[in-house]
């Protein structure tokens, strides 16, 4: 078990949080992945206890007077890093989403103001929407999903 607790640069997805935890810890990293996943799934902590760890708990590679830095500043800088990789990320996508077919896009977008007008919906009380709920929509989502791939497939889309 390792002495102090560092987010981790060579075992990194995000912000090499699971890293430094499965190094501190002696675990693996991709079952404390894992774990975070769950909790942001079922509550949406794991997503706010990363971006805390993200912000405060400093890097592998900085040396031992960077990691001694008021933790204002650590917090700062690991605020920019989190910044400049949302950036990277919107760009991914954004460049990605470029290159798509553009009947996947109007498919996605139909799906997505699909569901934000049936939960608006449900929302608002309409009773014969009350059925629709996270435990029988995602299934059904993923049915759908899994369905569409295959007839994709089947039509040798790919």
Do not use: H, Q
Request: charge should be neutral; aromatic fraction near 10%.
């Amino acid at each position: 078990m390792a002495t102090k607790l560092y987010r981790s640069t060579s075992d990194s997805m995000l912000g090499g949080v699971c890293g430094g935890l499965g190094k501190y810890f002696d675990a693996d990293p991709n079952l404390i992945r894992l774990i975070f996943v769950i909790f942001a799934v079922v509550s949406g902590f794991g997503v706010l206890v990363y971006l805390a760890l993200w912000l405060i708990v400093p890097e592998d590679s900085e040396e031992e007077e960077d990691a001694k830095r008021p933790l204002s500043d650590r917090v700062r800088d690991g605020a920019d890093e989190i910044v400049d990789r949302a950036k990277r990320f919107g760009n991914e996508v954004r460049s990605t989403a470029k290159s798509s077919p553009p009947a996947a896009t109007i498919i996605i977008g139909l799906v997505l103001i699909s569901l934000g007008v049936v939960f608006l919906l449900r929302n608002l009380g309409i009773a014969w929407l009350d059925w629709i709920a996270f435990g029988t929509l995602w299934p059904a989502l993923l049915i759908l999903v899994g369905g569409a791939f295959l007839w994709r497939w089947l039509r040798g889309g790919g």
